[in-house]
């Protein structure tokens, strides 16, 4: 299984996190992390995208550093609704 971990350092990610070291994976299963870094350009975007793409699970945090909006961020929310794979989001 592929797991696609989305970070930006705040608690809500760290959540995410958390809850993924407490689960039991075998060695074939595969957890990519993808970490957001604010406005600094990123040359292999497109990479890291498709990997989103592959993945069997996208782990993000209920709220990140943008702020809140309602029980969910608007990153969280927006993961949520178009992923073509589950989503897990880690609520603290």
Do not use: W
């Not at 995410?16 to 070291?21: E, P, Q, R, S, V």
């Amino acid at each position: 299984m592929k797991i696609l971990l989305a970070t930006d350092d705040s608690k809500y990610s760290e959540e995410a996190a958390g809850f993924l070291a407490s689960l039991d994976f075998s060695p074939d299963d595969e957890i990519i992390i993808l970490h957001a870094i604010g406005s600094v350009p990123f040359q292999d975007s497109r990479q890291s995208y498709e990997a989103a793409i592959k993945a069997d699970i996208i782990a993000v945090g209920s709220r990140g550093l943008r702020g809140i909006k309602g029980a969910l961020g608007s990153v969280s929310r927006h993961v949520l609704n178009h992923a073509e794979c589950s989503v897990l989001i880690g609520k603290m």
